[in-house]
């Protein structure tokens, strides 16, 4: 068996891994090999979780704030008493699970992920670093690995609809926000109830910059990048800027058999043509750019009755802010432009933003000898999904693990990580978490 070969065995749980340092201590491991995660019993994890939210066509729908999304929290939290984690609900929604260091002066290291899902989504997405995070908890636990740092797991609520929970955290979340009527039909602020949060107390939930000694996650690439290019372990340099709107086009309903083609104002044309005109915008100038007109309902909604009124969404994504703002600019006068044309008027209502975040350097290097030490090979790649770990830069050193998506499919059914990959994503989790700890950038 070779280094590879029995890099990927011990990943997927066949090998039992054999501590050989002398110290338990966070610091003592150096010496020896890299400490490991039980794999089997991770993906047996994913597969249990899975169940919450199942839709038939092999994915989940576990819409933040849906019973679906509330069993799946009281498993997690079955989990994190398994792993002998003491587990609390903050006042934003988000559980945390705590596990003391040797020293209670330092600031504690957040690692974690998400477990809500979009419609029909995927198994892997937020799930993969939830699970790997608690899973790493219990190995510390049953490995006798105590850390410098108390450490916090982490499972953000309503990642998929904008951060919420990271943003209480980070305290990016406006009060207006609370307003927001999710995926779910609840308003935010009912969703956090809903949870056993209390938006009344958000405040409570933040923390401020210097907070937190730094954060990790794990996560399922999404893309298709690492399979093509057959890399192991994905490295974040940084998290894309989103700024999404609700758009609103409002025309005139009218019949649809007696009002002659000249005469309509029409608001789902113009929205069809606002689809073209955000996808020509958006590829007009170079660069990884993405735009998406993602959810749209016309009214009333009948085949006889020309739509009076269209709601969609605009959503623009950027590594460069400022790319996101002139292209917003150019979308809306084109916007304007559109609506002239037969009467009808368009209205933009920022629904959030995730404001792009850099990976910490020295985080990214602790990741990439993490990998090494497990003979896994990696690339520094940007983030083209948004995640909880774009708030959590504004707190502390943030730093983000990727393992391949199988054929780069991701928000679909389809979405799929080998147990192996998820292994070996969480066992470089781990050894990052311990490097973290034993390093002198983690002093807070
Ligand atoms: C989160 O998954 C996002 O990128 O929208
Ligand atoms: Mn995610
Ligand atoms: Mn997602």
Known sequence: ?????????????????????????????????????????????????????????????????????????????????????????????????????????????????????????GNYDGNVGSLAAIEVAQSLGEQGITTR??????????????LYGSRAVSGQLTTEELQNVSRSGKTIADGIKFLGGDPSRLAESRRAKGDIAGYLELHIEQGGTLEREHVDIGIVEGIVGIKQWEVTVTGFANHAGTTPMDQRHDALLSAARFVDAVNRIVTSVPGRQVGTVGRMQAFPGAPNVIPGQVVCTLELRDLDYAKVDMLYSRISTEATRIGNENETT??????????????????????????????????????????????????????????????????????????????????????????LDASSMAVG
């Open 149 to 162: 740092h108390p450490l916090q797991v982490v499972i953000w609520q309503n990642e998929e609809g904008g």
């Open 346 to 435: 368009f209205a933009f209502h920022m629904l959030h933003e995730n404001v792009p975040a850099p990976s910490d350097p020295r985080v990214r290097g602790l990741i990439a000898e993490s990998a090494r030490a497990l003979g896994l090979t990696t690339k520094v790649m940007p983030s083209g999904a948004g995640h909880d770990a774009q708030a959590m830069a504004t707190l502390g050193p943030m730093g983000m693990i990727f393992i391949p998506s199988v054929g780069g499919i991701s928000h679909a059914p389809k979405e799929f990580s080998k147990a192996s990959d998820i292994a070996n994503g969480a066992n470089v989790l781990m050894g990052a978490l311990l490097k």
């Open 1 to 121: 068996m070779n280094r590879r070969e029995f890099s990927a065995a011990l990943a997927a749980g066949l090998l039992s891994p054999r501590f050989t340092g002398s110290s338990r201590s966070s610091r003592g491991w150096f010496a020896g090999r890299a400490p490991t995660v039980n794999g089997e019993r991770l993906n047996r994890h994913l597969a249990e979780l899975a169940r919450f939210g199942a839709n038939p066509q092999g994915g989940v729908t576990r819409l933040a704030y849906s019973d679906a999304d509330l069993q799946a929290r009281q498993y997690v939290l079955g989990l994190m008493r398994d792993a002998k984690l003491s587990a609390t609900v903050d006042a934003a929604g988000n559980i945390f699970g705590a596990r003391p260091g040797s020293s209670s002066a330092l600031k504690p290291i957040l690692f974690g992920s998400h477990i809500d899902s979009v419609p029909e989504g």
